[in-house]
Nanobody
Framework: QVQLVESGGGLVQAGGSLRLSCAVS????????MGWFRQAPGKEREFVAA????????YYADSVKGRFTISRDNAKNTVYLQMNSLKPEDTAVYYC?????????????????WGRGTQVTVSS
């Protein structure tokens, strides 16, 4: 079993930054593709970013490209999401997810394990 625990969410003003972390335990972290998703009230969960097991390949939603950066530290079993130039529309619960290392997926179906989420609120 794989456990994922997100942290780093909070309240920030528009234009500010936050860094989310997701600590993974239970199995070999480096075997997994890791992703970040978010869900705003009344909306469906949407893809934000993903990173390959090696960290070489990354993929972003158009809405966050150029503002968010996903990274991972396999020695620390942790994946990060650096969020800059935050906008009120970035307000959501952010979830990290782990999936098979073969591909980078931008849909929730590609991931097998999920954290409980961390709230990010951006005020205008």
């Amino acid at each position: 079993q794989v456990q994922l625990v997100e942290s780093g969410g909070g309240l920030v003003q528009a234009g500010g930054s936050l860094r989310l972390s997701c600590a993974v335990s239970g199995r070999t972290f480096s075997r997994y593709t890791m992703g970040w998703f978010r869900q705003a009230p009344g909306k469906e969960r949407e893809f934000v970013a993903a990173i390959s097991w090696s960290g070489v390949s990354t993929y972003y939603a158009d809405s966050v490209k150029g503002r968010f950066t996903i990274s991972r530290d396999n020695a620390k079993n942790t994946v990060y999401l650096q969020m800059n130039s935050l906008k009120p529309e970035d307000t959501a619960v952010y979830y990290c997810a782990a999936g098979p290392s073969g591909s980078i997926y931008s849909t929730a179906r590609g991931y097998d394990y999920w954290g409980r989420g961390t709230q990010v609120t951006v005020s205008s």
